[in-house]
Every structure is written in C-alpha cells, then in structure tokens.
C-alpha cells in the first residue's frame, strides 16, 4: 500500500475500521513504491526475572544500544551474531515489539509511523505461519478475504492473486496443499514462497522478514532470495535479519546494517563493507566469506583480530562476555568516527525535519478491513476445510468411539433387573463418562498447534480474537465432541440394554454430548495460551462426578422385584423380605446412593455443565484475548 494517504485508525476495540487510503490495484503490473524507513537513537531493553519464586529478583537487560539507520527500497540486510538484537530491531521497525522499555522513534518517508503500520506493511515470520492442509491458492485467499477491503470484488481480489502466485513462481503448485507431517505438500522453498505470498496480497509498501533462509538448503535459500531481490528493484523496500549468509546471497545485499551486542558497528552499503573493515585493520582473506568475515571480527575468532588497529584486547581477558562486550563497544566507537555515520546522521536530520525532538509515543493499533461477521465466516470456512483435510483429528475419533462402543456394549450386554444389573449399569455409565471426559484432552491442543498462525494474523489484522473463538468452538471444538458422543449412544444403549424410552436415550445422549463439551472447555481454560497439558489431565476428572445425572435418567421408573431371576428376593411375590438387602425400584437405589429421585435432581446437573462450560469458555477467550502477542 501507499503509505502517502492517510489512515484511518480505529482503537483496539474490534469496529470496523474504514481504510482512507487507496487499495491495491489488482490490475496494476509494478508494486507500490516502497517507503523510506528511518529510525533514530532506538534503545531497547527486557526485563529479566531470575531466582526462586519467593525471593525473585527482576534485572533489566539492555537489547539494543543507541541504533540509528535510513532502510529505503531495495536489499536492506540486517546481520549479526546470535543474541546481537537483530531480530528485535526488525521487530521494532515493523512495530511488533513491546513498547515497553523501548526509546527512540521510527519515521516513515519522514513522517511518524502509522499507529497501525503492522496491519498495512508486510512480515514474514522465521517459521512457517500458513495452514498446511490448505492449498497455496486457498492460503492467499484466505489472505486477500481478510486483508482487503470488501468494496474489491471478487474478480479483482482473484486477479491480484494470480498475479502473486506469477511473480512468485507458484503458480505450477497453486492447487497443491502446503503440507502437514501427515500429508506431503509443497518444497520448503514454495512454502516460504507462499509466507511471501500471503504478505504480498496487500502489495505493502515495506516487506520484512524475519530470517527467511531458516529451515532452507543452500539453494533454496539462494532462490527465495533472488526472488526478493528481483522484488525489490521494482521499488520494494525489503528489510530482513539474517545470520550466516553464503556469499553469493551476500552480494545480492544493497544495504548492510551489522550488529554487535545490541551496538550499531556499521551502517552503509553492502560493497563498501569490506573497504570500511580494511580501514580500521581487518582485512578478508582471499575467498573468505565476507558475512563469516564480519561475524569472526564480532566474534574475535577473525585471524585478522591479532593484528587490528582498533581494539585492545588483552590475551589474560579470560571472561568471553566481557571479551564480547568489549569488541562490540570499541567497534561500535570506531563506527562513529567513521564517514558512513556522518552521512547517515546528515541523512536523518533531513528525514526527521518537522519530527526533531522527542515525539509522542505512537499508540499501537489494530484495525481491520473486514467485518465481524466476515472474519468469522472466513476463519469458519477454513476451520472446516482443515476439519474434513485432517482426518487424524476427525474420523479417528468417531472411529474410536464406536471402537469402545462395541467394547462396552459387549461387556455389559443386555442387563438385567437383579443386582448384578444395577452394578453393570453403574459401570456402564461411570466407563462412559470417563471415555467422554479423556477423549476431549485432545481439546488443548486448539489453541496450542495454531498459536504462532493465531498471534500473526491477529496482529496483521486479518481478525478479531472473538471472531477466531466462536468460529474455533462452532467448527472445531462443539462439533468434535458431539459427534463422538452420539456414536458412542447409538452403539452402547440398545446394547447394554438401557430402558427403551425414547426420552431417556435422548436424555443420555444429551448428557454424554454436554459432559464431552463442559470437559473440553475445563481443558481449554487451562491450556490456552500455553501448553500444560498435565494439569488439564487432572482438572478434567473433576467432571467425573456428573455421572451422577445418567444414574438418575436410568434408574427412575425401574423395578427390580418382578424378575424371577432377580438373586435378592427369594419369594417374588414378597418385597419386604430380607428387607435391608432388598432393592426393589431404581428410585430405592438412588436414595441408598444419596441422590434424589426427582426432575430438578437431574436438570440440575445439566445446569451445572451448562454454567461450568460458560465459565471455562469465558476464562479461554479471557487468556486468549490478553494473551501475549509481542515478544
């Protein structure tokens, strides 16, 4: 998009927000010209808890140190050395990192940066971020539905589709799912292709990535980069972090931004790098990679640190941290003195002409293309295709329902009206109730397999968190443990031979689907946002206890005193013989149990689920919509 409109800006309350700016042209052959980012004094900083829980102690950890730069369109790489800041200064340039303990400001083409920049530039994370049993084509349009505003028709979102799938290369792999570990998909390259793709429906005007050669073999790597490459001679500005490129993905780099410890230790363009090293006292040796170059003269593994001119290391410094911090502060200090950071600072006094001093600090918002209505229906649409795509979660769990159906069924067939049959029912409902409640654990892993897909879109503004969470429990969640339920019925009542009213089978099968569901939602309440999957194991056995209500649709209206087989009565004709062993009528043995025979004693745990899973539902979407979303 064209960042020289304005936008409009909607708080972080989910109403629709009207975009004033011009939407992409799906007709149009080149891109939109990328913007110029600059950011200045950037200071970034974590903090850090460490100790036991009563006698914790919290440390601040500097990240970045005074970082200053100008990215414009074109190859703009950021490298450094793992735990050197450079994905979160990608972070903060993309507007994706806690504001807390951030300093500094971030200016685009000069002027301050949208409060919603993360919805309308362009990022692709370092892992994959797209549903893989989906096709590339489904993936881009369930990206361009979203992402766009719904005055584009259709045609014209599908036009600007193909038009991705072209200049990507994928259009050959278009219909082809993306792949799961259970189904075999696309390459790794087409798949990053596809993050691509997916980020590129909104024609940005600023890509970042993350990374992008992760997971990817040399070639590949090669090819994805070319592809940016080619990207940005059109005009795009591309700004990504990388760590240990070969070399000839290093010479496809315009600008070169290397990081040390959070320190800036140059800024400039990419051929002129080595230069800049040789003039301080490192020179590459012939055929080294430059990038391994750089790292080894952060790292001081370089041959070349024996004989430099800029630093003092002693031999006797034993510490490596203090090793490490001393490099980067003196190669940090001989920066400032060089050329390239004199014309990059003269560079930025023109860009924050009208922005000098320190600015108001922008209020992070998302907005959204699309309405409530239209992100569920979407985000329901693809819920259902990855449902029916993924039969490891669906149709094996009918299956084993009616597996341990006919296992059950087989083991309490027909019971009768004796003793022995009050306790194979009693058995009978306990089994069914605990088969409902461990075989809706698989519920917490909802919200666990899709959280990294969860937290970009939703900060890319593809949707709203409540819009996420009914279509998740309409599509994935109710449906999945309903289904189960009313097999495992079918199979077991007729079987066991539970009475034949129609009512009361319903009456089970109603309590069995509510059990399922009040179970899965204790289990989400715990497992949202995070992955304790051993404390959701004990919580759910909680609702063990609601076999009681199966008892009471079963056992009322039973009499056991006129089957002559029955062991307790030795005259069938005389019920009160024997009379503290006798139980003639279910409601007898339902009072011996401490429960009461009547209506409300069964309605009201069906309450009780209904008001524990409105509990559970509400604390999930509670954690999930204050759930952490930036690093």
Same mark, same amino acid.
């Given at each position: 998009?064209?960042?020289?409109?304005?936008? /409009?800006?909607?708080?972080?309350?989910?109403?629709?927000?009207?975009?004033?700016?011009?939407?992409?042209?799906?007709?149009?052959?080149?891109?939109?010209?990328?913007?110029?980012?600059?950011?200045?004094?950037?200071?970034?900083?974590?903090?850090?808890?460490?100790?036991?829980?009563?006698?914790?102690?919290?440390?601040?950890?500097?990240?970045?140190?005074?970082?200053?730069?100008?990215?414009?369109?074109?190859?703009?790489?950021?490298?450094?050395?793992? /735990?050197?800041?450079?994905?979160s200064l990608l972070d903060i340039l993309a507007a994706r990192k806690d504001p807390s303990g951030l300093k500094g400001k971030v200016l685009i083409d000069g002027a301050q940066q949208p409060s919603n920049f993360k919805c309308i530039s362009g990022y692709v994370v370092q892992?994959?971020?797209?549903?893989?049993?989906?096709?590339?084509?489904?993936?881009?349009?369930?990206?361009?539905?979203?992402?766009?505003?719904? *005055?584009?028709?259709?045609?014209?979102?599908?036009?600007?589709?193909?038009?991705?799938?072209?200049?990507?290369?994928?259009?050959?792999?278009?219909?082809?799912?993306?792949?799961?570990?259970?189904?075999?998909?696309?390459?790794?390259?087409?798949?990053?292709?596809?993050?691509?793709?997916?980020?590129?429906?909104?024609?940005?005007?600023?890509?970042?990535?993350?990374?992008?050669?992760?997971?990817?073999?040399?070639?590949?790597?090669?090819?994805?980069?070319?592809?940016?490459?080619?990207?940005?001679?059109?005009?795009?500005?591309?700004?990504?972090?990388?760590?240990?490129?070969?070399?000839?993905?290093?010479?496809?780099?315009?600008?070169?931004?290397?990081?040390?410890?959070?320190?800036?230790?140059?800024?400039?363009?990419?051929?002129?790098?080595?230069?800049?090293?040789?003039?301080?006292?490192?020179?590459?040796?012939?055929?080294?990679?430059?990038?391994?170059?750089?790292?080894?003269?952060?790292?001081?593994?370089?041959?070349?640190?024996?004989?430099?001119?800029?630093?003092?290391?002693?031999?006797?410094?034993?510490?490596?941290?203090?090793?490490?911090?001393?490099?980067?502060?003196?190669?940090?200090?001989?920066?400032?003195?060089?050329?390239?950071?004199?014309?990059?600072?003269?560079?930025?006094?023109?860009?924050?002409?009208?922005?000098?001093?320190?600015?108001?600090?922008?209020?992070?918002?998302?907005?959204?293309?699309?309405?409530?209505?239209?992100?569920?229906?979407?985000?329901?649409?693809?819920?259902?295709? *990855?449902?029916?795509?993924?039969?490891?979660?669906?149709?094996?769990?009918?299956?084993?329902?009616?597996?341990?159906?006919?296992?059950?069924?087989?083991?309490?067939?027909?019971?009768?009206?004796?003793?022995?049959?009050?306790?194979?029912?009693?058995?009978?409902?306990?089994?069914?109730?605990?088969?409902?409640?461990?075989?809706?654990?698989?519920?917490?892993?909802?919200?666990?397999?899709?959280?990294?897909?969860?937290?970009?879109?939703?900060?890319?503004?593809?949707?709203?968190?409540?819009?996420?969470?009914?279509?998740?429990?309409?599509?994935?969640?109710?449906?999945?443990?309903?289904?189960?339920?009313?097999?495992?019925?079918?199979?077991?009542?007729?079987?066991?031979?539970?009475?034949?009213?129609?009512?009361?089978?319903?009456?089970?099968?109603?309590?069995?689907?509510?059990?399922?569901?009040?179970?899965?939602?204790?289990?989400?309440?715990?497992?949202?946002?995070?992955?304790?999957?051993?404390?959701?194991?004990?919580?759910?056995?909680?609702?063990?206890?609601?076999?009681?209500?199966?008892?009471?649709?079963?056992?009322?209206?039973?009499?056991?005193?006129?089957?002559?087989?029955?062991?307790?009565?030795? *005259?069938?004709?005389?019920?009160?013989?024997?009379?503290?062993?006798?139980?003639?009528?279910?409601?007898?043995?339902?009072?011996?149990q401490g429960i009461e025979a009547t209506e409300w004693a069964l309605w009201q745990n069906h309450i009780a689920l209904v008001c524990i899973m409105i509990i559970c539902f509400t604390i999930s979407y509670l954690k999930l919509r204050f759930m952490k979303k930036m690093s």
């Amino acid at each position: 998009m064209d960042n020289s409109g304005s936008v /409009g800006e909607m708080p972080m309350n989910d109403v629709t927000v009207t975009l004033e700016q011009n939407p992409p042209d799906p007709n149009k052959n080149s891109p939109s010209k990328g913007s110029t980012v600059s950011f200045h004094n950037i200071y970034y900083s974590v903090k850090i808890k460490s100790g036991l829980l009563c006698c914790r102690k919290t440390n601040e950890k500097e990240i970045l140190k005074d970082v200053n730069g100008v990215m414009g369109p074109g190859m703009n790489a950021i490298l450094g050395p793992t /735990g050197s800041g450079k994905s979160s200064l990608l972070d903060i340039l993309a507007a994706r990192k806690d504001p807390s303990g951030l300093k500094g400001k971030v200016l685009i083409d000069g002027a301050q940066q949208p409060s919603n920049f993360k919805c309308i530039s362009g990022y692709v994370v370092q892992d994959d971020v797209v549903m893989g049993t989906l096709t590339v084509r489904e993936n881009l349009q369930f990206s361009a539905a979203l992402r766009l505003p719904k *005055n584009i028709r259709n045609k014209e979102k599908n036009n600007r589709i193909d038009q991705v799938l072209t200049e990507l290369g994928l259009s050959k792999v278009a219909d082809s799912k993306v792949g799961t570990p259970f189904i075999r998909g696309v390459s790794g390259g087409e798949r990053k292709r596809t993050n691509i793709g997916m980020e590129l429906i909104i024609d940005p005007s600023v890509l970042f990535l993350d990374e992008p050669t992760t997971g990817l073999d040399a070639s590949t790597a090669l090819a994805v980069l070319m592809l940016l490459q080619r990207m940005s001679r059109k005009g795009k500005t591309i700004i990504f972090s990388i760590h240990q490129p070969r070399y000839s993905i290093f010479k496809l780099f315009g600008s070169l931004t290397l990081l040390a410890n959070g320190r800036l230790v140059y800024h400039g363009p990419s051929v002129e790098a080595l230069d800049y090293f040789t003039g301080i006292g490192y020179t590459c040796e012939p055929f080294n990679n430059p990038a391994d170059f750089f790292l080894d003269i952060i790292n001081g593994d370089s041959t070349a640190v024996s004989t430099h001119k800029a630093l003092d290391i002693h031999p006797d410094d034993s510490s490596a941290l203090k090793k490490e911090t001393t490099i980067a502060e003196n190669l940090a200090n001989e920066y400032l003195k060089s050329r390239h950071h004199s014309e990059m600072i003269s560079e930025l006094n023109k860009l924050s002409q009208g922005n000098a001093g320190e600015s108001e600090p922008v209020i992070r918002r998302i907005t959204y293309a699309t309405s409530f209505f239209h992100q569920l229906k979407w985000v329901a649409k693809r819920s259902f295709k *990855n449902l029916l795509r993924n039969p490891q979660a669906s149709v094996a769990q009918v299956m084993v329902s009616l597996v341990l159906g006919l296992i059950v069924g087989a083991i309490f067939f027909g019971v009768q009206n004796d003793m022995t049959g009050i306790q194979n029912r009693a058995g009978a409902f306990f089994f069914l109730t605990t088969n409902q409640c461990f075989t809706s654990l698989s519920v917490i892993e909802l919200f666990v397999i899709e959280k990294k897909i969860f937290i970009h879109e939703y900060i890319s503004g593809y949707y709203r968190v409540h819009a996420y969470f009914i279509a998740k429990l309409l599509v994935d969640l109710i449906p999945m443990r309903i289904a189960p339920a009313t097999v495992l019925s079918v199979t077991t009542y007729f079987l066991i031979g539970f009475k034949l009213q129609p009512g009361a089978f319903f009456i089970l099968l109603l309590t069995l689907a509510l059990v399922a569901i009040t179970a899965a939602s204790l289990g989400l309440a715990v497992a949202t946002g995070q992955s304790i999957i051993a404390i959701a194991n004990l919580m759910i056995t909680v609702i063990f206890v609601l076999m009681i209500a199966l008892q009471v649709n079963e056992f009322v209206g039973l009499n056991f005193c006129n089957n002559s087989e029955s062991v307790l009565v030795p *005259n069938e004709n005389n019920c009160s013989t024997n009379a503290e062993m006798l139980i003639c009528t279910g409601e007898e043995y339902l009072t011996r149990q401490g429960i009461e025979a009547t209506e409300w004693a069964l309605w009201q745990n069906h309450i009780a689920l209904v008001c524990i899973m409105i509990i559970c539902f509400t604390i999930s979407y509670l954690k999930l919509r204050f759930m952490k979303k930036m690093s």
